[in-house]
């Protein structure tokens, strides 16, 4: 009898404290979420991050505030972030490079993403294009590919920085079709794009806002896009595939929000389907398509797949290439 009891009042523990946490998530939130940003208060990630923070505000009637603690290759913001309550209250931005890259190119990371945070959804999503110069005489990608295959490291390319997706992304294209090439890195984004236009480098792989002004100002062109279909910012620019490259080569990278590990499931998940109906809003859809983002919201289960596949798919590369940033 007592047995039964004891097993009657957990399980209506259980049921209570279920039904607990799903009222909470029903009400969340009901005082102000802060959002803290790795970048730079003006950059594309902290503009398109403030446009969400806007309609989820609108959407929840509190305020959303972001708050910018760049540098340190996102450390700053991430540590805040570990040692914030778990309550849905206080979230981080992250990149694809603080979540997949960054394990594979520091020895003592300071975090371990899966261990202090719950990811909730990505907010946007972009592609790399091959930017050459203007004059270049490659006229699509397998030109580039079968010139660096004739002459091994005769040609070079630029990244922003060892371990970039502009480095990994060529050496997956290295080991996709068995060129070898020779890595240029420089100090910054910019002044990479000035160097490729200046014909210092023979190429590097770009977004469309990183490479965009030198584009703009007719001295680099794209060969291609490394998306699965073409951009529809750029229809003329052909997919790698299409320009004679590897078949199903993707190159990308993507913006997104985790919270501090032990948030409760129903918090976040009210929280990424709010943000996933934000996605469809056509002033957040105009604005990303002016900054050559994709609107990008994923459920728990597909953000732990893309983050599985994106680990295993650059984690390889990072392995191969034997970077170590500390």
């Known amino acids: 009898m007592t047995s039964r009891f004891n097993i009657y009042t957990l399980a209506g523990a259980c049921l209570a404290a279920t039904m607990t946490i799903g009222a909470q998530a029903q009400e969340f939130p009901t005082r102000p979420v802060k959002i803290t940003s790795s970048f730079s208060v003006g950059a594309g990630p902290d503009v398109a991050l403030r446009l969400v923070a806007d309609k989820l505000s609108k959407k929840w009637n509190q305020p959303v505030i972001v708050e910018n603690k760049p540098g340190a290759n996102g450390f700053i913001a991430v540590e805040a972030g570990k040692r914030a309550r778990p309550d849905g209250y206080e979230l981080v931005q992250m990149d694809a490079a603080q979540m997949v890259t ?135 620019v052909p997919t790698v595939a299409e320009s004679g490259g590897p078949a199903g080569f993707e190159l990308s990278s993507w913006v997104s929000l985790v919270a501090p590990k032990g948030t409760p499931k129903a918090v976040v998940e009210k929280i990424q389907k709010d943000v996933a109906d934000i996605m469809q809003d056509p002033e957040v859809r105009e604005r990303y398509a002016t900054m050559f983002y994709e609107p990008y919201a994923l459920n728990s289960a597909q953000f732990h797949q893309l983050l599985k596949t994106d680990t295993d798919r650059i984690g390889a590369t990072l392995k191969r290439l034997n970077i170590s940033l500390d």
Do not use: C
């Not at 020895?107 to 203007?134: H, Q, S």
């Not at 005769?154 to 990994?168: E, F, K, L, R, T």
């Open 102 to 236: 960054q394990p594979f190119l520091f020895k003592n990371l300071p975090y371990d993403l899966l261990t202090d945070f719950e990811p909730v959804t990505p907010i946007f999503r972009n592609y790399f294009f091959i930017v050459v110069p203007t004059a270049s005489p490659y006229k699509n990608v397998g030109d580039l590919v079968n010139a660096a295959k004739a002459k091994p490291d005769s040609i070079n390319y630029g990244s922003w920085m060892v371990g970039s997706p502009a480095h990994y992304g060529t050496a997956m294209l290295e080991d996709a079709t068995g060129a070898k090439m020779t890595h240029i890195p420089y100090k910054d984004i910019g002044g990479l794009y000035v160097a490729v236009g200046n014909n210092e480098v023979d190429w590097a792989f770009g977004s469309a806002g990183s490479a965009g002004p030198m584009y703009r100002a007719g001295r680099v062109r794209y060969l291609a896009v490394s998306a699965p279909v073409r951009d529809a910012a750029f229809p003329d």
